[in-house]
């Protein structure tokens, strides 16, 4: 088996990858020292998320109704700014 993708071990980490691919990962992960370790430093990673507190749902809201609200920053392509000062350079 090849090393398995990020998403297949978090997969595996959670539960939702089902057996059928869940076993093979396994048996790589014994044998495949760099994907052992991979796999350590997800599961670390992932612990912390899982473990950590949600926010108060009021919160939740309040931030979603202010963000909804503002308007979207506009952005300046600076492909279009090169483009315009070098069609002005050769005039």
């Known amino acids: ?4 993708s990020t998403e297949e071990m978090a997969a595996l980490y959670d539960g939702t990858l089902p057996k059928k691919f869940a076993d093979p990962v ?4 014994a ?8 796999f350590k430093v ?3 990673s992932l612990e912390g ?3 950590a507190p949600l926010p108060p749902a009021r919160l939740i809201n309040l ?9 979207r920053p506009k ?3 600076k492909r279009l700014t090169s483009t315009k000062k070098a069609r002005n350079a050769h005039k």
């Open 49 to 51: 998320v899982h473990g």
């Open 63 to 71: 931030i979603r109704e202010s963000t909804v609200s503002l308007p």
């Open 26 to 29: 396994r048996s790589h992960l």
């Open 1 to 4: 088996m090849k090393c398995p």
């Open 42 to 44: 997800l599961h670390h």
């Open 75 to 77: 952005v300046k392509s």
């Open 31 to 38: 044998g495949c020292s760099r994907c052992a370790q991979e």
